[in-house]
């Protein structure tokens, strides 16, 4: 394993991380790293920009720019034009925005679909939508059914891109066509996708798309997310959510809402400036490194991470809950135990950080920009330790904490 990483070109690129030393870090998918140039970044904007440029730094700063400025950087990684995506709210909202105005626009089809087990919010959210909208109706069918699934009454297909737990990823480009085909929207989360594996919405020819900030791209906790509206469908599709940062014209201070041109219409409130320049930070890493060996990278420490499992820990209760072949996965990998809150929890108190997910997966992240070969060696010696010794089995490692 040090070998490998001394023949990898991508190993200086952990150095622009704040990572605190003796520990293994495989959350990354959960919440992204501390980039050093964030620290830097969002000091001066706070002490320069807001202290003494107070009020004049929309202007001078270009605070107003900034959901469209790093909107613009994050569709170079997704693989959609600048004028396509915004940064702005949470996903959670952006999914609302555009899941209302995908079913708004296409009276006649009241269903959404999408499948048992997608992220929480992105279900808890269309059950909001369906709600709220007339006879509109969140329907889940299992993913292998989805495709057959699509029919005449379907408004948009909603699902998540790599599956938060499983790490199972669709074809996009499959899923996409086969929506379209029957007259439906394809809405992608793009949530463990972006930074993690390549992403082309464009050559997929995807409709609307929603992602994280805080995961893979390093933006801080709570970070602003983005929203993706292919131009075809900019001037059709209306938010529901109509502020004022989405009107044509806000500084006109007009009674009327009219909503402004192209993607900038899907903005609502005043967009949140320090989250905004952790963000920038943290995507401005991914425009510096070479993407394709990135994501090879991290194909490359996820099957390393499954062969050392399935190698050194037979017979420990341990089954792989994520697909073997690379191109079916996204960057994070799942093991199913019986005890696995426990176990995760001896983990981290070894200085190896992964997360639980219920009912019973221990979830690690391997985020190429960070991991290095060796941690993932490591990280498999104190999983095969701690399982083989029962050390997990400790009254203080069963202790459930708020956050999982
Ligand atoms: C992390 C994640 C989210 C996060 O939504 P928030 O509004 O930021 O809490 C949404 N969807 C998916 C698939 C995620 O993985």
């Known amino acids: 394993m040090e070998r490998r990483d001394a023949a990898d070109p ?11 030393p003796g520990e293994i870090y495989l959350d990354g998918n ?3 790293a501390l980039p050093h140039a964030a620290v830097a970044r969002v000091a001066a904007t706070v002490r320069d920009e807001w202290g003494k440029g107070l009020i004049r730094s929309w202007n001078t700063a270009d605070w107003i720019g900034a959901p469209a400025r790093l909107g613009g950087k994050i569709a170079r990684i997704i693989g959609a034009a600048p004028h396509e995506v915004q ?3 949470s996903t959670s909202v952006n999914l609302y925005k555009l899941l209302v105005a995908a079913v708004q626009a296409q009276p006649g089809r009241r269903v959404i679909l999408s499948e048992p087990g997608n ?3 992105d279900l808890y959210v269309a059950q909001g939508v369906a709600a709220t909208l007339p006879d509109c109706e969140l329907r889940t069918v299992s993913r292998d059914e989805i495709v057959d699934a699509i029919d005449e009454s379907v408004a948009v297909v909603m699902l998540t891109h790599v599956h938060y737990q499983s790490g199972a990823r669709f074809d996009m480009d499959d899923i996409t066509r086969a929506a379209q085909a029957k007259g439906a929207l394809m809405l992608w989360d793009l949530s463990h996708s972006v930074g993690a594996v390549p992403v082309d919405l464009n050559a997929a020819n995807a409709d609307l798309a929603v992602g994280c900030g805080y995961k893979y791209l390093n933006g801080g906790p709570g970070a602003p997310a983005f929203l993706y509206v292919a131009e075809r469908h900019q001037a059709a599709l209306r938010s529901p959510l109509s502020g004022w940062m989405g009107h044509a014209a806000p500084f006109d201070f007009t009674d009327d809402y009219a909503p402004g041109q192209g993607i900038a219409r899907f903005l609502c409130g005043t967009p949140p400036i320090l989250g905004m320049a952790a963000l920038e930070e943290g995507v401005d890493l991914f425009l510096a490194v070479d993407r394709p060996a990135l994501f090879a990278k991290g194909q490359a420490l996820c099957s390393t991470f499954i062969e050392l499992v399935e190698t050194r820990c037979t017979g420990l209760g341990l089954t792989l809950a994520t697909p073997r072949d690379p191109a ?4 994070h990998v799942s093991l199913r135990h019986a005890s696995a809150w426990p176990v995760m929890q001896a983990l981290i108190a070894r ?8 009912p019973d997966a221990l979830r690690f992240g391997f985020t190429p920009l960070y991991t290095a070969h060796a941690d993932v060696w490591h990280a498999v010696e104190a999983l095969r330790d701690i399982l083989a010794s029962g050390s997990w089995d400790q009254p203080a490692f069963h202790v459930r904490a708020a956050v999982t």
């Open 87 to 89: 940064v702005a709210d």
């Open 30 to 32: 959960s919440l992204g």
């Open 328 to 331: 079916a996965r996204g960057s």
């Open 119 to 121: 992220f929480p919010t």
């Open 351 to 358: 200085g190896v950080i992964g997360d639980f997910r219920a």
């Open 10 to 20: 991508l190993r200086a690129c952990r150095d622009a991380f704040d990572l605190p």
